[in-house]
């Protein structure tokens, strides 16, 4: 928003330009017909003007790559959600006037920010419900998948669960910052991030975060890994079954890199029992 904003108060004619965008989810990748190409800052935009419900006007605006995408992101001057009465799930009609076409565009995926006298209450619909449905199931099933796949690859590679979790996780959200899924890098909280402190940094951020992830289930799993082998020698010198106790409920490893859930001390007893 920092860098294309003095230029949608230029197109737009604006003398206080609303500071939000209204994004809209259309059932297929929307190209931006004809668009006019801008540089802004160190990056490339694209412009389209857009009629939403032939009642309100806006720029569509649009940072490629890609250059299609099902997200249609609308900044104008003036607040749109309350003034066009939009709640979540509603259709609307738009037309990109570069081609003069319409295109049916489904669910406004970030409302503006209202004032606190606007109404917010969501409507409900057989179809959003199912459609939320669907979603959540979707969902689970990632969620299920993945972890399944966390416990086959940690008991195939003799890993600890909760390192590998960690690990994994790290990697899946550095690739969703690095590839940039619409459903991910459009995400009203990523929008948010974005607009405050720009695509670039909202990036950087991402990967640091991402980084410490791995980071904390690489350093747990390097930890655990050490201190596996040293109650694997000490059960090996071990004299007598005294011996052997000792080294199994006295020894281990302690401060081991968590997260809230994950316990911070193991016994030999445990690092061994998988291994």
Known sequence: MIKIGSFLTRALGCQNLFQGSLNFHAAAP???PE????????????????????????????????ESTVIVEVFACDQLAP?????????VGIRLLSEARSVRQPRPMLRDHPPPDVDTTLSISPRGLVG???????????????????????SRFHLEFDATFWTGAGLVLLSFTLIRPWWFWYHPKALFVRSLIT??????????????????GVRRQVAITRARHACAQGLA???????????????????LPRSEDEPRSLSCERLLEHD
């Open 30 to 32: 929307v190209t931006l």
């Open 35 to 66: 668009p006019a190409r801008v540089r802004c800052g160190d990056e490339d935009w694209l412009f389209v003007p857009v009629i939403i419900e032939a009642a309100a006007v806006g720029l569509a605006a649009r940072r490629p790559p890609p």
């Open 132 to 154: 939320a449905l669907m979603v959540g199931i979707l969902i689970f099933a990632a969620i299920v998948a993945f972890c399944f796949l966390v416990y086959m690859v940690s």
């Open 237 to 255: 010198s071990a004299k007598n079954v005294h011996e052997r106790l000792r080294v199994l409920y006295g020894h281990g490893v302690d401060s």
């Open 199 to 216: 695509d670039t940094g909202a990036t950087l951020l991402y990967v640091a975060l991402t980084g410490s992830i791995i980071v904390t």
């Open 83 to 91: 003034k066009l009465g939009l709640q979540y799930f509603d259709e």
